[in-house]
């Protein structure tokens, strides 16, 4: 168990429509990170918060966003969804000091 | 643009024996490197690390060799056992410490023969 979770685990949705994943840290982490991790392709970054602020950005569409609240917890939003959407979306974090980023279980999404 | 290729998809192990897996990456600003290994329906959990600075880290039964010359790292696993059997996935990162994104390979599925 990484520390990190994410919820809701699966998530089955139609076209057109919004999802909210949410991820919380582990204890005392202020990163957040988010990956998508599609069929044929490796993890991609998606973005970086860290202790509320947007740092890195990715390859991340204009149809998501995502924010980081006080409590350090996060949210991905995904709108106008395409079948292409489908994947498993992964939430990291990290501590200010480590390079490490420890991994949770995961949201797999499945638009319809 | 692939800048962290991990060019063998798969590869199987008789128990006991030593598993490689390689990983090349092609950015000289990469700075730190991880592996990684994922169970299906699981997170990636971290394995072991290198700093760009060291050539190699040792953990247990994990090493990972680092090659700044050739732009490549490997991963050992001695001896290999059966729980090892997972996808491993190399990662690279680059900036300032609490503000890195990871760049990760294709992954490679280890399978380990009993």
């Known amino acids: 168990d990484s520390g990190v979770t994410q919820t809701p685990k699966h998530l089955i949705t139609a076209t057109g429509q919004r999802v909210t994943l949410r991820c919380s840290p582990r204890?005392?982490?202020?990163?957040v990170y988010w990956y998508q991790q599609s069929l044929d392709q490796g993890l991609q970054f998606l973005i970086q918060y860290y202790n509320g602020e947007e740092r890195a950005k990715g390859n991340i569409l204009e149809r998501f966003s995502a924010q980081q609240f006080p409590d350090l917890h996060s949210e991905l939003n995904l709108s106008s969804l395409e079948l292409g959407d489908s994947a498993l979306y992964f939430c990291?974090?990290?501590?200010?000091?480590?390079?490490?980023?420890?991994f949770g279980p995961g949201t797999r999404l499945t638009v319809t | 643009d692939q800048q962290v290729k991990q060019n063998s998809p798969s590869l199987s192990v008789q128990e006991g024996r030593i598993s490689i897996l390689n990983c090349d990456y092609t950015n000289s600003m990469f700075d730190y490197f991880l592996w990684y290994k994922k169970y299906p329906a699981e997170g990636p959990t971290f394995l072991i690390s290198?700093?760009?600075?060291?050539d190699k880290n040792e953990d247990g039964r994990f090493t990972v060799f680092l090659n700044k010359s050739a732009k490549h790292l490997s991963l050992h696993i001695v001896p290999s056992q059966p729980g090892d059997s997972a996808v491993y996935f190399c990662a690279a990162s680059a900036g300032i410490q609490g503000a890195q994104k990871l760049v990760f390979g294709q992954g490679t599925r280890l399978t380990i023969n009993p």
């Open positions: 204890s005392g982490d202020l990163s």
């Open positions: 290198i700093s760009s600075i060291k």
């Open positions: 990291a974090s990290s501590s200010r000091i480590g390079h490490e980023q420890y």
